[in-house]
């Protein structure tokens, strides 16, 4: 049974203003009942305020994918410092940057936001500027050659996004996006489609 849209809407809010209270109590270091207290009612004044628009999300979290998607995370995060820290450590080398148009596969504001986040949170890429009408990202990329060429630069992306998909997407998101959940699947359609 869903809720109607305005409750929904006003369970959402209350959420967040909770939420704000607990980084307004983490921001100044007490848990205090006065400090949580103050926390809420400016959480409240910022959730009237300055109101989010809604996003709209139909899929649900799938576990194992989202596992994967933040091993790999972790993994790209550790690679990338790696690569960023012996680039500033020699000097010798003149690093070629380049910007990147992406046009991803999923056109929601959700999975472009995600993207957008978890490609600028790995070091040495940047989104300079993200199309939502086009669903298009432009990313700095710090060394397209360690990248591994403009084009691996723009597959890594794309195969971010579809893990972020895999992870969190609906079945009718994937397919749209051309995409199915697991290798599995990948495998027993290709089989299908071979004669």
Not at 58 to 68: A, D, E, I, N, S
């Amino acid at each position: 049974m869903s809720l109607h849209p305005r409750r929904r809407a006003l369970r959402v809010r209350g959420w967040t203003a909770v939420w704000l209270a607990v980084a307004w109590a983490l921001l100044w270091g007490n848990f205090a009942i006065g400090t949580l207290l103050v926390g809420l009612v400016v959480g409240l004044a910022v959730v009237a305020v300055l109101p989010m628009p809604a996003i709209d999300f139909h899929g649900r979290v799938h576990v194992g994918p989202l596992l994967y998607l933040v091993a790999r995370f972790v993994a790209d995060l550790t690679v990338a410092s790696i690569q960023v820290a012996w680039q500033a450590l020699n000097p010798r080398r003149t690093p070629r940057s380049a910007v990147l148009a992406v046009p991803l596969r999923s056109h929601s504001d959700l999975y472009l936001t995600l993207t957008a986040v978890l490609t600028s949170l790995v070091p040495g890429s940047v989104i300079v500027e993200a199309h939502r009408v086009s669903g298009t990202l432009y990313v700095h990329v710090l060394d397209v050659a360690t990248s591994g060429g403009v084009e691996e630069a723009r597959s890594h992306v794309l195969d971010l996004e579809a893990r972020i998909l895999r992870a969190l997407g609906s079945d009718e998101e994937l397919a749209e996006a051309g995409l199915v959940r697991s290798r599995r699947e990948a495998r027993r359609s290709e089989r299908e489609v071979a004669p």
